[in-house]
């Protein structure tokens, strides 16, 4: 059982698309935008990787976000 909730519902996936679409509008009109950018594409990386099940996905996920801090 996931305690994340974007990883147990697709749904909160699509949205995560779509705020990181409009966020790269942002960016493009305004840089100060960036952070925000950067950490909806982490969530989205990582709301697809618990999708996908498999727990090679999920330390992919894990290590993928450890390197960016």
């Not at 059982?1 to 790269?24: K, V, Y």
């Not at 509008?25 to 950067?38: G, M, Q, S, T």
């Amino acid at each position: 059982m996931s305690h994340d909730p974007i990883a147990a519902n697709g749904c909160d996936l699509e949205q995560l698309r779509s705020d990181l679409a409009f966020a790269a509008k942002l960016v493009l009109a305004d840089p100060v935008y960036v952070p925000i950018f950067e950490r909806l594409e982490r969530d989205v990386a990582d709301a697809e990787a618990a999708m996908s099940g498999g727990a090679l996905a999920r330390a992919r996920a894990v290590a993928a976000q450890s390197a960016t801090r």
